[in-house]
Every structure is written in structure tokens, then in C-alpha cells.
């Protein structure tokens, strides 16, 4: 099955790109789309998780041709000094 | 309401949506602004600009120079005074009809509760995660709409929590692992504009809550990310397991 991989913000600066398509013969969790698409690197706690444009946990299944995007959470209100 | 403020308003009045009546329920309603920085600055510009009758204005912080650079509600005279007492200024020359009340300090959590039970709405424009969750909580306690969002480099994210209605999520439903610290816009930067567009956003849901018109971004995170221009809309559930809203008994009445 192919997934569509989309990461926003700065993890796609971090990643150095916004798409990748990956290729799986099991079905996979959201965390272990990341890990195929990112060198086995863990996915971090913080990072949001959205399958289709719903907001999801890390441990939820991806189907084929399901869109999984990754977003890292943005906390400041720019009232720093 | 009298002939200058007709036509001072006109331009609300005129919207089908609005009109005189919605109006002079923006004259009457009593919004809470927690942060008076990038996001609190548009925020607290376009509602004093929009007649809201009474804005609470929260923020401990003085201006400094590096604020100015997109909290445009302050200006270079202003470096060193106490951020309430600035934005006051500015507010109050945009639209001497509304009322201020001013707290140039962190609020502890009692006395943010004390303060939030007494307003219509609460716009969360902090810059950490102590105050955020303070005043979620605070919210979801006593069933106060809040508006948050947040800004960081190109990027931006902004929703509504409407804890009257059952299916709302709140703010702690977003962050489960409440320990965790983000980034800070003074190590990472953020781009002058995103925060005017964010904030921009949250003062058109704030004015569709307190008219309950429109659609608000209730169970929804908008997300912008303006390097590539992409707006996300992300369907947010409530978390079941949440430890904030999930035990609130949410039969309550509808204010």
C-alpha cells in the first residue's frame, strides 16, 4: 500500500521536505509511518498526528492511500521579550 | 445607541449578520485578553476598534525593543512601560466608547478564575504553558468560551473551545502530556506578519461567539503555515480519557 507522508512547520524544515510517498506490506501506525519515512527515527511524544485531516493518536492504523501529516506543536503567543 | 456611534459602527451595522442589534451586543460584552504581545496586539486593536463594551487586559511584561517588530500595539515611546498601560493608551485613542480595566502582572490561577467568571470571553494570547493551562482550566470550570492560539517562525495555529457544548475538546485535550515545553518565539523567531494574521482570526471568532453567528473553529485547529502558504484544518475530537474536561458535568445551561 502507498501512503502519503506531509510534514508542516518545522519539521519540514527540519526534514527538508513538505512530501514523501511511502510503500508498506503491512498495515502501519501512524508511528511507524514516521519511522519509514524519517530513517527509524522514533516519533517524538510531542508531535501532532493527523490521518485524513483528523487529528489522531500515534498508534492509530493508516489504510492504503490514507494522507498522514505531522505537525509540531506551535505553544508561544510571541510576548517574549 | 447615539448618532455617532451609528455611524461610527455602520459598516457592522450593514451586515445582515450583525446589524444594529448585534451591535450593541458587542457594546455590552465583556472580553477577557490574556497577553498583549504579537497576538495580543491585533487582538486588542480590532476589538476595541469593533465596540467590544469592556476589555480586561492581562499582561506582566514591560515593551521592549524587540517587541515592536510585530506587537503593534505598542510604539517606540512606549519602551519600559508596563505592556497593559501602553496598549491602554493606543485602545482608548482608537476608541474612546469602551471601557478598560488593566492588570500589568501574572495572574496567579485563583485570581485568573475569579477574573475569567466575570467576563463574556477569554482570548488566550500568552506565550507559555503554565498560563495556558491555567486558563483552560479556568474556562472549562466555569463554561467560558476561550479563543487560542498560538504563533511560532511561519507558522501559526488557532482554535475555539466552547465548554457549554458537550463535544467541545479543550485546550488540555491538545496537550495530554502537560510537562512538555515548546519552543519560544525569543529562540526560534517568528516571522511580524503570522502573528497579525493569527490574531486577526482569533478576533472574528471571538466577535461570532458573542453573537453566536457562523461557524466558529470549535472541534477544529486551523494550522497556517505561511513559508509554503498552506492552511490546514484539522478535525480535533475531544479526548474521552482528558484530565481536565473529561470529568466536568456538562449539563449546564446555555448562556
Known sequence: MTIVVKFFGSLREEIGNHEVKIKAEQPLTVAQVWAQACDEVPLPHHIWT???????????????????????????????? | MNDSS??????????????????????????????????????ALYLAAAGIGQLMLVDGDQVDLSNLQRQIVHNTAQIGQDKVISAQTR????????????????LEPEA???????????????????????????????????????VQRWNGQVTVFLPTYSQSPCYACLYPN????????????????????????????????????????????????????????????????CLVCSSVNFIREIR
Open chain 1, 50 to 81: 493527523a490521518v485524513n485531516m483528523n487529528y489522531v493518536e500515534q498508534n492509530t492504523l493508516v489504510q492504503d492511500g490514507d494522507e498522514v501529516a505531522f505537525f509540531p506543536p506551535v505553544t508561544g503567543g510571541s510576548d517574549e521579550n
Open chain 2, 6 to 43: 451609528l455611524y461610527r459602527y455602520s459598516r457592522h451595522i450593514s451586515l445582515p449578520q450583525v446589524t444594529r442589534i448585534g451591535q450593541q451586543k458587542l457594546t455590552q460584552s465583556r472580553v477577557l485578553i490574556v497577553g498583549l504581545g504579537g497576538l495580543g496586539s491585533p487582538v
Open chain 2, 91 to 106: 485602545l482608548q485613542a482608537l476608541n474612546p466608547d469602551i471601557q478598560m480595566t488593566t492588570y500589568s502582572y501574572r
Open chain 2, 112 to 150: 485568573l478564575q475569579q477574573l475569567i467568571t466575570t467576563v463574556d470571553i477569554v482570548v488566550d494570547c500568552s506565550d507559555n504553558f503554565t498560563t495556558r493551562f491555567a486558563i483552560n482550566a479556568a474556562c472549562v470550570r466555569h463554561g467560558i468560551p476561550l479563543v487560542s492560539a498560538a
Open chain 2, 178 to 241: 502537560q510537562e512538555e515545553e515548546g519552543e519560544v518565539c525569543s529562540e526560534t523567531g517568528i516571522l511580524a506578519p503570522v502573528v497579525g494574521i493569527i490574531g486577526s482570526i482569533q478576533a472574528v471568532e471571538v466577535i461570532k461567539v458573542l453573537l453566536n453567528i457562523g461557524e466558529s473553529l470549535c472541534g477544529k485547529l486551523l494550522l497556517l503555515d505561511t513559508f509554503t502558504l498552506q492552511w490546514r484544518t484539522l478535525k480535533l475530537p475531544k479526548d474521552p480519557a
